[in-house]
């Protein structure tokens, strides 16, 4: 249970964009099958926004960020990286990269999959 090092948070004006970074160490890189990006809210739920599978860089997604955010790898940083675009105030949280072993990690944002975590970066969008 390797926490993860993200970056890249800020603060933007609504309609801004941002990317964050999720850099993992190589050695537990080569043992995630997934990562994945979490929000959370201040009196909020934790809420998972975005997976993408490593071997094969499939993706799915939150609907509140379908078509604004996208997620990526990259084996030589060893790193996911999440462009948030189109920004909005609802979109403020701080957010949590996550990476999971087990085989299964794209059907859903489990936290039984998704158990090893970042420390967090905060996104604040204003208006």
């Known amino acids: 249970q390797v926490e993860l090092v993200e970056s890249g948070g800020g603060s933007v004006q609504a309609g801004g964009s941002l990317r964050l970074s999720c850099v993992a160490s190589p050695t537990s890189y080569k043992g995630y099958n997934c990562m994945a990006w979490f929000r959370q809210a201040p009196g909020k739920e934790r809420e998972g926004v975005a997976r993408i599978r490593i071997r094969d860089g499939t993706t799915e997604y939150a609907d509140s960020v379908k078509g604004r955010f996208r997620i990526s790898r990259d084996h030589g940083k060893k790193a996911a990286t999440l462009l948030l675009n189109s920004l909005q105030p609802e979109d403020s949280a701080m957010y949590y990269c996550?990476?999971?072993?087990?085989?299964?990690?794209?059907?859903?944002?489990?936290?039984?999959?998704?158990?090893?975590w970042g420390q967090g970066t905060q996104v604040t969008v204003s208006t």
């Open positions: 996550a990476a999971a072993t087990v085989l299964e990690c794209l059907a859903s944002f489990a936290p039984t999959y998704y158990n090893i």
